[in-house]
């Protein structure tokens, strides 16, 4: 079974200050924030911490063996984004935002570029992670790959009741927009769309799912996203029905 995917960020002093942001999400120690599953009993344990590597990393943790995977770009190639947006520093955003409530970590996750098919790193988590995970590929055929939280039991029955409440997820990217690497961090606020479009006019905004993505200055070279939406209750995690990836 998977046991935990652990984002790994080589510099102290910065992530201290992100994970300091994501308090009201995990419970915060020492150079590391472990995310709040919605059931004890779910699998994986996902956090964020401290650890001196060359690079970001994220590190999932099987019985006997780990995979680390760098969010990094490999394809050689440099491809601007389509997109229009700037970078704010975290104590803008934190600024900006001390007086919301924020409430609910639907998902974090990782994007890693590649321009040919399904870049080959996120192709090994599906043959090795999958078969110990709730892993589900995205329905409608985007390279959007979510692992679920899940217990022991369901993940080795196969069944696992989709209309319980199931974060936070994880997400796994393969995408050929641009060539950035991107981790992503979608979480809500008690605030409606239209203030949060007000406060980052710096971010990409999408009206039909009510969120803004407001990008952070970060010293590795990759894009660092908190996708912020409108708090809106409910969970998602039905939309997956029939789409386990049971085994590579």
């Known amino acids: ?82 997109e229009k947006y700037s970078l704010i520093p975290i104590e803008d955003f934190v600024a900006r935002t001390k007086q919301w409530e924020f409430v609910g970590l639907d998902h974090v996750g990782f994007n890693l570029p590649w321009f040919d098919g399904l870049h080959p790193d996120i192709a090994k988590l599906r043959e090795e992670v999958a078969p110990h995970s709730a892993y589900y590929l995205f329905p409608t055929g985007e390279d959007w790959d979510f692992i679920l939280p899940a217990t022991e039991e369901e993940i080795d029955s196969n069944k696992i009741d989709l209309s319980k409440v199931r974060r936070p997820k994880l997400e796994i990217v393969s995408f050929e927009k641009a060539s950035t690497p991107l981790i992503q961090i979608d979480l809500s606020v008690r605030q409606k769309f239209e203030d949060i479009v007000m406060a ?35 969970d998602w995690s039905g939309f997956f029905e029939g789409h386990r990836l049971a085994s590579g």
């Not at 006019?201 to 990759?222: F, H, Q």
């Open 200 to 234: 980052f006019p710096e971010g990409i905004a999408d009206s039909n799912l009510k969120n803004v993505w407001v990008y952070l200055t970060n010293p590795y070279g990759i894009d660092i996203c908190l996708v912020v939406g409108e708090h809106q209750g409910n």
């Open 1 to 82: 079974m998977l046991q935990a995917v652990t984002f790994k960020f080589p510099d102290q002093d910065y992530g201290n200050r992100l994970f300091s942001l994501l308090a009201p999400f995990g419970l915060l120690g020492d150079d590391k924030i472990l995310f709040t599953k919605a059931s004890p009993d779910f699998y994986p344990n996902i956090a964020f911490c401290n650890v001196p590597t060359t690079g970001l990393m994220v590190q999932f943790e099987l019985p006997g063996q780990s995979i680390d995977i760098e969010v990094v770009n490999k394809t050689g190639e440099e491809k601007l984004s389509p």
